[in-house]
């Protein structure tokens, strides 16, 4: 069976003594992806807490239901006092506190080292940290898996690559983690490149680029995956994205008809450097048995646009 939302949820409805509440989870960087993490975790009765520095978010995860909510940057001491170091499941899916270099630090770098240092303290039997597919800087549409070199990498993916380091292979109190590099995450309530082409907008960038996508839910379900897999899986990295290789202009076009606006222009040309890479999301389907709920733009923004 392949692992999508649906068939993890369907498992988790006949197999309920298995993810029992003795399931403890705490999601670090509870925001857009850590949310819907946490809703899913809940339904199937694990005990969930979670670290967001977003105190709109923390009072929605509350009335979600999730047994602890801490407002507290992660690279802040404070929320330490208040989560139990004892956990079944970690996962950081911090964002960027802000696009710029300081951002990527604070919450990348700074904030993985202290939930790191936290957990291999404590007990921890799987550790997961969702990263970025921005670490492969290569620029020829070649298809990239996770053995590909990240040399020539910008200065954010190389903050990412530092962040990951710090927590991959686990250590201490860690029993095994796993790095999950998405590709551009989008889903309901983000879905700026839409809201871009229906408001008519020029797109920065050149159209023939390649835009590796992953919906909210896919992105959900990988993790699910990587807590759920075997115990003679000792931890990988993982890339996460639905394995359509499509460009920005052709999704853009698709888009463009679907809301009966006339296609976006693109800039003429990028940087040299410019990134445009086909991302391989092979290993995740073969170890882990995972596919996505929508394996392409056309899935994923019907979806929305359905709404």
Not at 76 to 81: A, M, N, Q, T, Y
Not at 100 to 123: C, E, F, I, N, T
Not at 175 to 197: A, M, Q
Not at 281 to 303: A, K, M, T, V
Request: with cysteine; glycine share 10%.
């Amino acid at each position: 069976m392949k692992i999508t939302k649906e068939s993890t949820l369907t498992f988790y409805s006949f197999f309920p003594f298995i993810f029992s509440m003795s399931k403890k989870l705490v999601i670090f960087g509870c925001g857009y992806l850590g949310s819907e993490l946490a809703r899913q975790a809940l339904e199937v009765g694990w005990h969930v807490s979670a670290v967001t520095r977003n105190a709109d978010t923390a009072a929605s995860l509350n009335d979600a239901g999730v047994h602890k909510v801490v407002v507290a940057d992660l690279d802040d001491e404070s929320w330490k006092g208040e989560i139990d170091s004892t956990q079944d499941f970690v996962v950081n899916c911090v964002g960027a506190a802000s696009d710029d270099l300081d951002g990527y630090l604070k919450s990348y770098v700074d904030g993985q080292d202290s939930v790191v240092k936290w957990a291999r303290d404590g007990k921890v039997g799987t550790f997961v940290f969702t990263s970025s597919t921005s670490v492969y800087p290569q620029t020829k549409r070649q298809l990239v898996d996770e053995t590909a070199s990240s040399d020539g990498v910008s200065e954010r993916g190389g903050l990412l690559l530092a962040a990951e380091q710090l927590g991959f292979p686990g250590g201490g109190g860690i029993g095994r983690s796993f790095i999950l590099r998405l590709s551009g995450l989008y889903g309901p309530g983000r879905h700026l490149f839409l809201e871009n082409v229906k408001n008519g907008e020029a797109l920065s960038g050149h159209g023939d680029r390649i835009l590796n996508l992953i919906h909210r839910d896919d992105a959900t379900s990988a993790i699910l995956a990587v807590l759920q897999a075997g115990e003679n899986n000792i931890g990988r990295i993982y890339n996460v994205s639905d394995g359509n290789h499509s460009s920005r202009a052709e999704i853009a076009e698709w888009l463009a008809e679907k809301l009966g606006v006339d296609a976006p222009s693109f800039a003429d040309s990028d940087g040299s450097d410019a990134s445009n890479r086909k991302i391989s999301n092979n290993r995740i389907r073969d170890e882990l048995n995972w596919s996505p709920s929508f394996p392409s733009f056309r899935e994923g923004y019907n979806s929305i646009l359905e709404k």
